[in-house]
């Protein structure tokens, strides 16, 4: 799933909502009371906006002596304390944003107790299976045993033991995947490359910032500081404790998705369909294309021949690179395959320096290999299926452009432009794996320090990211005969209240789906919200790269284009079919688990009077 032009990391560090979040903090007497009189807050905009003055840059004071860090650290707790007893935040993930933030400041002070505190409010808030049982399980026993106290061996023996007993007596098919995940991001901490991401990141817009931050980078600091002196060294005890688990729970989850898949035949009496694929860049000789293949915009925003993404220099080293991508599916699904291996060894050994270009060719890879991923899952089982592409080859440096009038009106002419594109091909689908909200915009003006305050920032990204998604919203309003799907994210938090676009829209002719694995459980990562109405399965995925390869990928990237795939094959089977018949069917063959609302393609088929 694409997150618009600032790498997501930096994003999450310089936006202003990086902490902004609130929920009832441990031991607050009257919390009824204290609720009534809250200041309700529905969307990310609504929160406030502070920076901190630190006295060096980000990546010195990771070992600067604490009480250089100190003042920044206890100013920003008073303001998240303040904010925890003053607002009502309405959105899960920002509370739990905001109580995490204020867990990692009390390890950072020592107080142990109350970070375990802290640590538990979030677990007691969760709201999906796996993370309400394992959601700050490794944190809590380390630092059950920081209390403990004794030596460094006596305390990396209490953690194995309480990590064994608590994982152990989880559900495995619930919270395997959560295990697998963590254990493979311990694998590849790397001291060097943390200190060279924030180097390349933090520092130059710390810079240019003056040293008066955003909430993020202190956060960012403390909790990097919390990993190097709590995490790491326990790290080698943590894996060993989930590898045994993942060794002795071989069983695969039950797979209830590929019985819902239907491939229609050749000889089915279907007409062809175009399925728009909306993204990265596209291989379209890959599949049939349709009679236009495809308009592409570098950037800029302006128009470029090229469909699928020049990798530049990094072209020398795409072997590698499409080694290591495969290399992190394996090692998330706990597979110590070559590729794994390659990747653990490139990581280890990457030095300070190196992290910066190292982090812009996985990013430069990333959306090179991604729409033409989705566009194999949108047509898989479909003969009918031309394919024609819209590719937005946005920037992948760590150092964000400087958006400005023009920049968001060239965006919006792009947006214009795509949908006629789409409307001049005879698309009856579109599949948009990307979102953004205000919050990049936001980033991207901190990290070149525009604007006086942040609330002025605050404004004046409002104020620009209006403009796109004033422009967007129009355009697919304006293509009634074309279905839409998008991709809710991959945050874990919730669209509409995040403002994504398209994501967070409300339109006749657009669907959002979130993801789940192929048991049909939710994913960890998939963003959730009022706007997503449908899951499909985008955990694993395998479909094809630029060049025919195949590849499993996980996202609502990849969740999105299943349900694409259905609507196209809908509109193949019976081309008379409308939008709103279309999306009816679809949710009517869905099946309703909680706020799980998982499509079933041969259900809906059934339904549309459709022999597979």
Do not use: C
Not at 110 to 132: C, N, P, T, W
Not at 556 to 562: E, W
């Amino acid at each position: 799933m694409l997150l618009r032009t600032l790498p997501v990391a930096i994003a999450a560090i310089l936006a202003a909502s990086a902490h902004e979040a609130v929920a009832q903090v441990p031991g607050t007497a009257n919390p009824t009371a204290q609720a009534a009189a809250r200041k309700v807050i529905t969307s990310a905009d609504q929160m406030p906006r502070r920076q901190y003055r630190i006295s060096r840059l980000p990546s010195e004071l990771l070992e600067a002596p604490k009480p250089e860090v100190m003042p920044a650290v206890d100013a920003l707790d008073r303001d998240l304390a303040e904010d925890l007893a003053t607002l009502d935040i309405q959105d899960r993930a920002t509370r739990t944003g905001l109580i995490g933030a204020r867990a990692q400041i009390a390890v950072f002070r020592g107080d142990y107790a109350a970070a375990q505190a802290f640590l538990a409010d979030v677990k007691s808030q969760q709201e999906k299976a796996a993370d309400k049982l394992t959601s700050g399980t490794t944190m809590t026993a380390i630092l059950a045993a920081r209390r403990q106290g004794g030596d460094s061996a006596a305390q990396r023996a209490q953690v194995k033991q309480d990590l064994a007993r608590a994982y152990g007596e989880m559900p495995w098919t619930v919270v395997g995947d959560n295990v697998k995940n963590a254990k493979s991001s311990l694998e590849l901490m790397s001291r060097d490359v943390v200190i060279g991401s924030v180097k390349a990141g933090m520092d130059p817009a710390a810079k240019n910032l003056g040293l008066n931050v955003p909430a993020g980078v202190v956060t960012g600091i403390v909790s990097i500081r919390n990993s190097f002196d709590h995490v790491l060294p326990f790290r080698d005890d943590v894996v060993a404790v989930m590898q045994d688990l993942v060794t002795r729970n071989q069983v695969a989850k039950v797979d209830t998705w590929t019985q819902r898949l239907v491939t229609l035949s050749d000889q089915a009496p279907g007409k062809p369909v175009v399925v728009g694929i909306w993204d990265s860049g596209t291989d379209v000789k890959l599949f049939q294309p349709a009679s236009v293949p495809g308009i592409a915009f570098n950037d800029k925003s302006m128009p470029t021949p090229e469909l699928v993404r020049n990798m530049g220099e990094a072209q020398a080293r795409l072997p590698e690179l499409k080694q290591y991508v495969k290399g992190s599916m394996d090692m998330r699904a706990a597979i110590d395959s070559p590729d794994a291996q390659a990747l653990k060894k490139r990581i280890s050994t990457l030095k300070q320096d190196e992290v910066k270009q190292f982090s812009e060719d996985m990013s430069a890879m990333g959306m090179w290999v991604h729409g033409t991923h989705v566009a194999g899952i949108a047509v898989e089982g479909n003969p009918f299926a031309r394919v024609t592409a819209v590719a937005m080859h946005w920037p992948h440096s760590i150092v964000p452009p400087i958006p400005d009038e023009a920049y968001v009106a060239r965006g919006a002419a792009a947006f214009k432009d795509s949908v006629e594109h789409f409307k001049k091909t005879g698309a009856r689908v579109v599949n948009m794996s990307w979102r953004y909200g205000p919050s990049t915009y936001e980033g991207m003006l901190a990290y070149h320090n525009v604007g006086k305050t942040p609330e002025e920032r605050k404004q004046r990204a409002n104020a620009l990211f209006e403009v796109e998604k004033r422009a967007l919203e129009d355009a697919i309003r304006g293509a009634p005969e074309i279905l839409f799907v998008a991709g809710s994210g991959n945050e874990d938090n919730s669209a509409d209240f995040s403002q994504y676009i398209p994501a967070g829209f409300v339109l006749p002719n657009l669907i959002t789906a979130g993801a789940v694995d192929m048991s049909g459980t939710e994913t960890s990562f998939s963003t959730f919200g009022k706007t997503v109405v449908v899951h499909a399965n985008g955990y694993e995925v395998p479909s094809f790269i630029p060049g025919g390869e195949r590849m499993k990928l996980s996202g609502t990237s990849m969740a999105s284009p299943q349900v694409a795939n259905l609507a196209a094959k809908l509109f193949a089977m019976k081309p008379e079919l409308t939008v709103a018949q279309v999306k009816e069917l679809i949710l009517a063959g869905a099946e309703k688990t909680g706020r799980v609302n998982l499509i079933n393609p041969r259900k809906t088929l059934e339904l549309a009077g459709i022999k597979a």
